[in-house]
């Protein structure tokens, strides 16, 4: 019972740990207008800022991984509590441009050490379906809590609340978290070989791990480029922004919860290519449609991206176990660090189509609308590429023994 009981308080910790991070990520969203007319900053500057978020994560997950079986998950995540709310008070007092890019970023390490510390935890503490399942199901919190903290953003930024309370509000499952694995014992490697570095690394070097990497570059900008960017793309569409950032994230939580079937159906190497192909309408959708439509791109577009992240972790735990929780924390990390590369190039994308579709004459809420259909029209790359390479995947790997990445429950 004991251990039954520690064994659930580290599982739910970890999940207020991944809420922590989305709440982050929604609420910072749903500021982002906030801070831009506060502090006179440029869409691009707010890509820069953006990007702290994204390139703290990849930093301080693999640094996690290399030292998860000598510094351990549980000081892994004291390092995330204090990250964390550094990051939070500081955001709050930053003052200007300079000041959020180093609050940002001490939230983007607290990101980083929860993902470095909970996917291999999970999956020391669970195995076979068992593991697939409860990985997903701690997935499942990060648009859960994007879903909550968008819902709540939108709510308090309609009251007139200021963006400063609505930062102090991620402090809420911090401190849950961090109350959660207090004095708790933490799971042992399960895969015999996973703490030699020397393993890790030659299994990292092995074909599909390589290609793996690449995909994940590619999955995470097409999940997080849209959503990240969501206030200020969609603003003049006709349609709420946080609302379809709510419905978008909420079909994914609940797409995760019963990701099982799905994939025990169809298979990772199916459902990412499914995905993709999805991914690709949705975002095009976006890029055409105003008004009602853009619920119905949302949803198509959530059902996407909704296996993308759990799913390619999922991969590297059974296709590529020796290559343990730094295998799990570089594939997370080049995911967030080419999202915190493309931050200001979307930024970028948008004062630059702002500038031309003004010479052209349009202004207003014209030109914020061309600007942003600009924008994601240019972001339907990305999945397109997945496209090919994810029918590369499905040949590649249709052994159904290696196919399974996800079981029934």
């Known amino acids: 019972m004991t251990a039954s009981l520690n064994k659930n308080a580290l599982f739910y910790g970890s999940c207020f740990a991944l809420i922590t991070t989305a709440f982050s990520f929604s609420i910072r969203a749903g500021i982002l207008p906030q801070l831009g007319e506060e502090f006179g900053l440029s869409a691009e500057q707010l890509g820069f800022i953006n990007s702290m978020w994204f390139l703290g994560m990849p930093i301080s997950m693999i640094i996690g991984g290399l030292v998860y079986h000598t510094f351990g998950p549980r000081n892994i995540m004291t390092v995330a509590f204090v990250a964390h709310t550094l990051g939070i008070i500081l955001t709050i007092y930053a003052g200007g441009y300079t000041g959020l890019l180093i609050s940002t970023l001490f939230i983007g390490f607290g990101n980083g050490c929860t993902e470095a510390a909970c996917n291999p935890m999970i999956a020391d503490m669970y195995s076979g379906v068992r593991m697939n399942k409860m990985l997903n199901r701690f997935h499942m919190w990060f648009p859960g809590g994007i879903f909550l903290g968008s819902l709540i953003s939108k709510f308090m930024t309609d009251l007139d609340f200021s963006w400063e309370t609505q930062m102090w509000l991620i402090m809420a499952p911090t401190v849950i978290y961090a109350f959660l694995f207090f004095g708790k014992t933490f799971p042992e490697p399960q895969v015999e070989g996973a703490s030699s570095l020397k393993e890790n690394f030659k299994a990292m070097l092995s074909p599909l791990y390589i290609f793996l990497f690449v995909c994940m570059a590619l999955t995470a900008i097409t999940e997080f480029g849209p959503n990240q960017w969501v206030t200020i793309i969609l603003n003049s569409s006709g349609a709420e922004p946080m609302i379809i950032l709510a419905l978008t994230t909420g079909l994914m939580a609940v797409g995760r919860y019963f990701a099982g079937p799905v994939v025990g159906k169809l298979g990772q190497t199916g459902v990412l290519l499914i995905s993709a192909v999805l ?4 975002i095009y959708m976006f890029s055409t449609v105003t008004g009602p439509m853009a619920y119905i791109a949302a949803v198509i577009f959530a059902i996407g991206i909704c ?28 995911g967030m660090f080419s999202t915190a590369i493309f931050q200001p190039i979307i930024g970028s994308w948008i004062d630059n189509s702002m500038e031309e579709n003004a010479a052209e004459g349009l202004s207003g809420t014209a030109l914020e609308l061309a600007a942003g259909q600009d924008t994601l029209e240019k972001m339907v790359m990305f999945p397109v590429i997945l496209i090919v390479l994810f029918t590369i995947l499905y040949f590649w790997q249709r052994d159904p023994k290696k196919g399974k990445g996800i079981s029934e429950d």
């Open 307 to 334: 296996y993308f992240w759990p799913v390619m972790v999922g991969a590297v735990a059974q296709r590529v176990p020796l290559s343990s929780a730094l295998g799990m924390s570089v594939i997370g990390g080049v």
């Open 279 to 282: 991914a690709t309408i949705g």
